[in-house]
Nanobody, 121 residues
């Protein structure tokens, strides 16, 4: 059974940092693209970043470029999202997702339960 478990969310002041983790079980993450998505109250889910399986290329939505960095540790079967210079508009539930078909697909096959990130003073 495939499971993706996010952790690392919390409350942080504007300008602060958090590192989210996505631990996978039931699949070998080496062969899967991993995406981070977020959904704020009253808004649609949006893609934040993605890392490919083939060459670990990373992709980011414009609003987080230069602030967020995505990485993967295949030995630990875990992906990470380092979030720096956080802004109140980054407040959302963050989800990780995985799929063997790559980053640019309509929907990912496997999803985690989400972790809340709140940026507020």
């Amino acid at each position: 059974q495939v499971q993706l478990v996010e952790s690392g969310g919390g409350l942080v002041q504007p300008g602060g940092s958090l590192r989210l983790s996505c631990a996978a079980s039931g699949l070998t993450l080496d062969y899967y693209a991993i995406g981070w998505f977020r959904q704020a109250p009253g808004k649609e889910r949006e893609g934040v970043s993605c890392i490919s399986s083939s060459n670990s290329s990373t992709y980011y939505t414009d609003s987080v470029k230069g602030r967020f960095t995505m990485s993967r540790d295949n030995a630990k079967n875990t992906a990470y999202l380092q979030m720096n210079s956080l802004k109140p508009e980054d407040t959302a539930v963050y989800y990780c997702a995985s799929d063997p078909r790559g980053c640019f697909i309509a929907d990912f096959g496997f999803w985690g339960q989400g972790t809340q990130v709140t940026v507020s003073s």
